[in-house]
């Protein structure tokens, strides 16, 4: 091997390319593909760090499988063969199936790597069982994609970030790239001609970089997009034609709107009218793009404000013409010909999924009458998942046999009966797909996996083996999953092809899925009111509801995306560990004066489910009331054993089960 191709498969705007050329001692050096469109030869500092240290790191890797010989929570393993490890998850599942059906398996996976055969094929093998699945969405942005594809159709089909050669304005609602698409934000953003529009309650470096920021307090969108909205029609920005042809339900909001006066608008915001009245200028210039982040619906009423922000381009037809659109999440290859429910074998339920949501899951755990074994593949839930101290006496449960599939040996690996480990994306073949750009890359072994380790696609095919399961859908070959996804795309070429290139774009042209401008809804139109959504509980149309005032003494925590993690993955990275110092809370000049905190004072943050003792940062990113404390790091590497998903109460979103860990509030004392 000389120099390779392959891509990145974190969870992450980007979708990085990446060359590797050989190391020593087995290891690859991995660096930034300079004919990447997006990330033009470099990776973010967190990826160029932990995929040339711990990724390849065998003493930091989980490298066999291993059987629990300690309590559950201590990680005290025996070394077992994969042999020895796959007959007793068979065994142990099927007694759990045999007593109390196959309903009594859950099942939590998301996104430690999202290629595709690696983050889908295993799902063919708890659909063939019957397991009931934790959905993912529901701890990351469900309220959105559930509000989106009611009100357009489709939550998936973003616009084409090519297509802003035509635009005059981008807005970026409640998303920071510059921490969780970083190559975007230098590149698509820092490049674009027109105007940047932020809106965040953080001051981010997306924000600083902005010709216009509007940081409202977290919570109060909606009404912050019903005085944008009243300020486009005051300024005739409305696209009446395209109303009349292609939005139900505006007649319906128009009395809200003519209410909503930009100066009504700061004062439920806290944005100065002044800066409403640009933001409406900006997005009235010309085609104009919005860019609905998936923070910003972790919030209490998280899919109101989706629907609220949806206004926008609704009202002034800006979706389905160039330099136009929305971006949620922009899934191209699945509306291209990637059939991503026959790669998870969607077929194979037998009657009805069977589902349960991240909020609730602590409760549900605990009773031991509901489940009886448990896997996380993919996902570490005691870092990342909500009720953080009570999921983990959850699993604790002697009676609950829990197999963990994972690549290092995290704190969910901890409380494993049999810990299964995973081969890295440096170790096997498989498709990479972006969820913001049309490209799909190759994702190339480049070297051999670690130890024993095996990709996830193979470890369940063995597990079904093991469980005499036949059905041939549970035993393709990586060769056979990813022909066929190519020819799903129609690229006419091979993999060997696709993987001397690294990457390809889908279409030649910016793609717009709403080109034909149907809306995929039962009206046929976009849809400001919504039958469907008023029987999951929202109201008819959107409302510029804010949430309730904060009550005295306590402030708003948010724990977004870290510069420096990707979620929790890269955390038990030391060179990372290192660069990004002891976990902070950033807390505003003023409040830190009330409460006679200085800079670098450890402080407790406090509420019903639990408490941290983070280091203060003193600075004004956030309005008064607010804390920042970003996500991403190992519970068991802190200093109190437990990570900002300590606080994370397990409120839901306005939409039962979705997370709105942004709308959490805590106490904030000095730790003396
Ligand atoms: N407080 C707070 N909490 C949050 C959020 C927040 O904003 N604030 N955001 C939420 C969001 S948006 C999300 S998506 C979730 C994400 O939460 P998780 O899905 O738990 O993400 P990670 O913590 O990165 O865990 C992914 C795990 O997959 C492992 N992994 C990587 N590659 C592979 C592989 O090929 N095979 C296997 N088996 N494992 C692999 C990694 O080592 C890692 O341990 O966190 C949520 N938690
Ligand atoms: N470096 C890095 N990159 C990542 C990740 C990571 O952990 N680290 N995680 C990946 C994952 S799983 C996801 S889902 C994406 C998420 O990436 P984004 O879509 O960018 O979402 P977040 O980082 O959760 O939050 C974005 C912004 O929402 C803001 N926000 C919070 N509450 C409100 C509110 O009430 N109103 C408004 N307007 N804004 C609000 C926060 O201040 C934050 O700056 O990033 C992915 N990329
Ligand atoms: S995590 Fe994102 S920015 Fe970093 S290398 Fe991967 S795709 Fe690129
Ligand atoms: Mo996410």
Known sequence: MTELRTNCPRDCYDNCGIVVRPGK????????????????????????????????????????????????????FEAISWDAALSEVAERTQQVIDKRG?????????????SMLAFMFPMRFFNRLGATEVEPDSICNLAGHIAWSAMFGISVAGFDPRTAADSSCILVWGANPSHSGPHMDQHWLGEFDGAVVVVDPIRTDTAVRADLHLQPFPGTDAALAFSIVHELRALGAFDDEFIAAHVHGAPDVLPTIEACSPSWGEAQTGVPAEQIRQAAELYASGPALLWAGQGLQRQPTGANVMRAIGMLPALTGNIGKPGAGICYLNVAAALLGADFDE????????????????????????????????????????ASAAEQ????????????????VDCFPTDTVDYADIVLPAASFLEFDDLTFSYMNPIVGAQRKVREPVGDSLPNQEIFRRLAAAMGYDEPELHESDVVLIERLLDGLDLGFSFEELAERGHVYLTEDPFDYFADRRFRTPSGRIEIASASLSEVGLDPVPTPATDAAQPEGLFRLLTPASRWRLNDSHANDRTIGRR????TVTVHPADAADLGIADGDPVHLRN?????????????????????????????????????????EGNSADIEGCSAVHGTLVSLEPAR
């Open 389 to 404: 101290l009570r999921l983990r006496e959850a699993f604790r449960r002697e009676d609950l046999f829990t197999v963990v």
């Open 608 to 648: 019903g489910a639990g408490q941290i003792t983070l280091a203060t940062a003193i600075g004004d990113i956030a309005p008064r009331g607010v804390l920042v404390a970003y996500k991403g790091r190992w519970p068991k590497l802190e200093p109190g054993g437990c990570n900002v998903n300590a606080l994370h």
């Open 343 to 382: 790669l998870a074998g969607a077929s194979l339920v037998d009657g009805e999924a069977r589902k349960l949501n991240h909020i609730g899951l602590a409760g549900a755990l605990e009773d031991p009458d509901r489940f009886g074994a448990m896997f996380s593949w993919n996902t570490n839930p005691l």
């Open 580 to 583: 990004s110092g002891p976990p």
């Open 25 to 76: 001692n087995g290891r690859v050096i991995v660096r930034g593909d300079p004919e990447h469109p997006i990330n033009r030869g470099t990776l973010c500092t967190k990826c160029a760090t932990a995929y040339n240290g711990v990724w390849q790191d065998p003493s930091e890797r989980l490298s066999i499988p291993l059987r629990r010989v300690g309590p559950k929570g201590e990680g005290a």
């Open 102 to 114: 196959p309903q009594a398996v859950v099942h939590t996976h998301y996104s430690g790597t999202l």
